[in-house]
């Protein structure tokens, strides 16, 4: 990654909250359907919409939740994130869910990442912000494109079936190693 770019995600997140909430029958059927929909888009088109754009990092949003694979693109680069926890999608009913504190058994594990945040205290109490601990099955990539491609790269997204694209965060200098993401 590299400071000035802006960091996209091409698909919602919310499938562990989710189908956690199927295993103990308090899922909606539409909300099961809605994210069974979603993890069967391949992610190849969107691998190669953002090497068209000029990614030069890419990784998918699986286990690890939104924070840990991130922080697997930070930490090589020295880099930091101001992350806008508002614009990242979410899966129908995931919100709910999570807030009803229902979480998938990896949720615990990825959850103690939150020490690399330098402002999740404050941040601690939004359902949004818990799920980018839930880990993630066939979820989408999140790279990290220059500013100046961002347009145009959501753009062929769209075009190409990734409607819950979004831009969720500009990468910066870090400010901290050992916090390298701040929530926005």
Same mark, same amino acid.
């Given at each position: 990654?590299?400071?000035?770019?802006? *960091?996209?995600?091409? +698909?919602?997140?919310?499938?562990?909250?989710?189908?956690? %909430?199927q295993?103990?029958?308090?899922?909606?059927?539409?909300?099961?359907?809605?994210?069974?929909?979603?993890?069967? !888009?391949?992610?190849?088109?969107?691998?190669?919409?953002?090497?068209?754009?000029?990614?030069? %990092?890419?990784? @998918?949003?699986?286990?690890?939740?939104? !924070?840990?694979? !991130?922080?697997?693109?930070?930490?090589?680069?020295?880099? /930091?994130l @101001?992350?806008?926890?508002?614009?990242?999608?979410?899966?129908?009913?995931?919100?709910?869910?999570?807030?009803?504190?229902? !979480?998938?058994?990896l949720?615990?594990?990825?959850?103690?990442?939150?020490?690399?945040?330098?402002?999740?205290? $404050? $941040?601690?109490? @939004?359902?949004?912000? &818990?799920?980018?601990? @839930?880990?993630?099955? &066939? /979820?989408?990539?999140?790279?990290?494109?220059?500013?100046?491609?961002?347009?145009?790269?959501?753009?062929?997204?769209?075009? *190409?079936?990734? $409607?819950?694209?979004?831009?969720? /965060?500009?990468?910066?200098?870090?400010?901290?190693?050992? +916090?390298?993401?701040t929530?926005?």
């Amino acid at each position: 990654l590299q400071p000035g770019q802006r *960091l996209i995600i091409t +698909k919602a997140i919310g499938t562990g909250t989710l189908f956690a %909430s199927q295993m103990r029958g308090k899922a909606r059927g539409r909300w099961i359907a809605h994210a069974t929909r979603s993890m069967l !888009v391949s992610n190849r088109a969107a691998a190669d919409c953002f090497a068209r754009h000029g990614a030069t %990092s890419c990784t @998918d949003v699986t286990g690890f939740g939104v !924070v840990g694979h !991130v922080l697997e693109m930070l930490q090589p680069s020295g880099t /930091g994130l @101001d992350l806008d926890v508002a614009r990242i999608p979410l899966l129908d009913g995931a919100a709910e869910t999570i807030g009803n504190g229902i !979480v998938s058994s990896l949720h615990a594990t990825n959850l103690e990442r939150r020490e690399m945040i330098t402002n999740y205290q $404050s $941040s601690a109490h @939004d359902p949004r912000v &818990a799920l980018l601990f @839930d880990p993630q099955t &066939a /979820g989408g990539l999140i790279a990290g494109v220059p500013e100046n491609q961002t347009e145009a790269c959501l753009q062929e997204l769209c075009v *190409l079936g990734y $409607s819950d694209c979004a831009v969720i /965060g500009t990468v910066r200098p870090s400010i901290e190693r050992k +916090k390298p993401i701040t929530l926005r």
